[in-house]
C-alpha cells in the first residue's frame, strides 16, 4: 500500500488576493506582490533574475464576433475573408507611431524612451508603453487608429485601458509574454464593465488624462488638443475613446486631410451590421448606440450626408 504524504500548514502562507472596488471597476494594484518573506509554493522558478513589474499603461482590444468572422472566413464567404481578418491583426506599429508624432508635428523620441509594444493573438490586440503623459497619448492614439481602422473593415472592437504593475516582452527568438495586475484590470474592463462598442479607462487612467488635459506648459500644447479631442466621457459615466474624433473634431488634425472615405465605410458597416441584427434586439442596442455616436459626430460636418437611420 502507497503511504499519502501529508500536507503540513507551515509550507503554505495566506496572501490577500482580493481586489478592491473603485468606481465599478476593480482596482488590481491593490493586489500584494510577492516577495522572498511571502513566497507562493511551486510557482518560484523564475531566476532570481528575472524581470521585474514596471509601471505602465496597457490597452486591451477585441475584436467582437471574431468565432462568427471565423466561420464565415471558413466558408468562403465573400464579406470575410482569411486575408481581410490577417491584415486586421498584423498591425504595424512603427507606423502608427509615425503617424502619431506627425500628428504632434515632433520628431520620435529615442526607442526606450517609451518602450512602445504591441502584440496579437486570436481575436485580441494588447499594447503597452511605459506610463508618461507621452507614453499614455501615443497608446491613445493607437487604440483610436485600432478601433477606427477595424470599423472600417466592419469588424466591432471593445477594450479596456489601465495602469499598473506589468510585464511586457515580444522579444525576437522568443514568445511574446504579458502578465501583471495592470493586464488583468484591462482585460476585466473590456469583458466586464465596457458592455457596448467602445475602448474605456480604468480609474487611473482617467485621472491621468485629466492632468495631461488641465496641464499649463504651452509647450504641451498639441499634445492637450491631441488628448482632448480623442477622448470624452460617455453618458453612463466611463471615460474612453472617441472612435469618430477625426470627423468630429478639428483640433484633432488640423490638417486639411479629409476623411470622406472613412465616413463612407463607417456608414456602409454599420448599416449592414444593424440589418443584420434586427432578430437580435440585445445585439441591435449595441449597433444603434455606436450609430447614434457616428450620426451625431458627423451632424455639423461635411459628412453630414451619410446619417444612418436607425429606427
Known sequence: MTKKSKVTSKNTSKIKTTPALVDDVFDFSDIPENDDSNPIQGEDDAPRTADKYEDRYVAFIDILGFKELIASSVRGSSEVSTSMIFNALNIRHESIENNFFNLLDRKPPIENE???????FSDCVVASCKATP????????????????????????????????????TNEGG???IFGP??????????????LPRLIFSKKVRLDHLSIKHDSNPENKRLKAVTSALVEKFSDGPTGIDIFAHLRNDEF????????GDAVQYERALSSHLNSACDTPHFYRKIQWLAERFNNAILRSAYADKHIDTI
Open 114 to 120: 517609451l518602450d512602445f509594444k504591441v502584440h496579437s
Open 134 to 169: 507621452l507614453g499614455l497619448v501615443l497608446l491613445l492614439f493607437f487604440c483610436w487608429q485600432i478601433s477606427s481602422d477595424w470599423l472600417s473593415k466592419s469588424f466591432l472592437s471593445r477594450g479596456g485601458l489601465a495602469r499598473g504593475n506589468l510585464i511586457h516582452k
Open 175 to 177: 514568445a511574446a509574454l
Open 182 to 195: 495592470a493586464f488583468n484590470q484591462a482585460y476585466k474592463i473590456e469583458s466586464e464593465i465596457a458592455d
Open 253 to 260: 488634425d488640423p490638417s486639411t486631410q479629409s476623411y470622406d
